[in-house]
């Protein structure tokens, strides 16, 4: 009687030996197929934020065929095209994005963004209108200073560069793209005084110095600001003062200019030389 017991017991316990190493092995599948994705995603990371651009489109290239179905992939290959300098091949991969289920309304903006490294504003402003107003990030809002700027709508670019200003911890970018495009509409002392904020927030911004020294010198000011600079930036600066003083017929300011440009700077100064015999 008790063997008639023990053999169903056997069967019974075999059985479900058996549905726990089968359940075991599909969440060790499963974990892996996790730690795999987590690891890919790890990887297109570090590629978009380390790698060389053309290397990265190179690998995201190779993903995207290997793993047609991963956004993040498609994604990542088109942030490379962008980085990379080829926005118009970037431009059909962010629309193979934003068609798929899982994209996210950062990559329309990111749309927008590559439309605009094309100068196809119109497109640009048709991709951001779709956006909804609750997405209100810094990124989305610079392009819609930018879009605003190119439609000469001055106090719309206003509005948005000073929210895309609040929105970052690093304001300077934007704030030199503003200062920027008050130069370019002939506010001389509103662009000086953004230029000077955003080297107060980035001392080391190029451009900015640049910009800076050019508004200075749209109001006949040459002398160069009090800033942190090198010699060689010194140099430069020097030279882009001294041609904006001769664009505005200040000739013997801009050759005074030139020649403490050549002095200034620690090595042959071509361009400042050239400048100085197109003079004399």
């Known amino acids: 009687m008790l063997k008639q017991w023990i053999a169903p017991l056997c069967l019974v316990g075999s059985v479900f030996l058996a549905g726990c190493d089968q359940g075991r092995h599909e969440q060790t599948e499963r974990a892996i197929d996790d730690a795999e994705s987590i690891d890919q995603e790890n990887m297109a990371e570090l590629m978009l934020a380390a790698g060389n651009p053309e290397e990265a489109v190179s690998y995201f290239t190779r993903a995207v065929e290997e793993n047609p179905d991963r956004i993040v992939f498609r994604r990542g290959l088109a942030k490379s095209l962008a980085r990379s300098g080829r926005a118009d091949e970037a431009i059909p991969i962010w629309q193979e994005v934003i068609a798929h289920p899982d994209a996210e309304l950062d990559d329309q903006v990111a749309l927008a963004d ?46 948005f560069y000073e929210i895309a200003a609040e929105l970052t911890a690093r304001p300077a970018g934007v704030l030199n793209n503003w200062g920027y495009s008050r130069l370019t509409r002939g506010d001389h002392s509103g662009a000086e005084r953004l230029f000077t904020d955003a080297l107060r927030h980035d001392p080391t911004l190029f451009t900015a110095k640049n910009n800076l020294v050019l508004a200075r010198a749209a109001q006949r000011n040459y002398e160069l600001p009090m ?54």
């Open 227 to 280: 800033l942190q600079m090198t010699q060689t930036e010194r140099a430069e600066l020097l030279h882009t003062m001294a041609l904006a003083a001769i664009r505005q017929d200040d000739v013997a300011v801009g050759r005074g200019l030139l020649e403490d440009a050549i002095e200034t700077h620690p090595q042959h100064f071509e361009a400042a030389v050239l400048a100085l015999r197109a003079l004399q």
């Open 114 to 159: 590559a439309y605009i490294r094309t100068n196809d504003w119109d497109k640009a402003r048709d991709t951001l209108d779709q956006i909804p107003p609750t997405h209100e990030t810094y990124q989305r809002y610079r392009l819609e200073a930018m879009v605003a700027d190119s439609r000469e709508e001055w106090d719309r670019a206003d509005s």
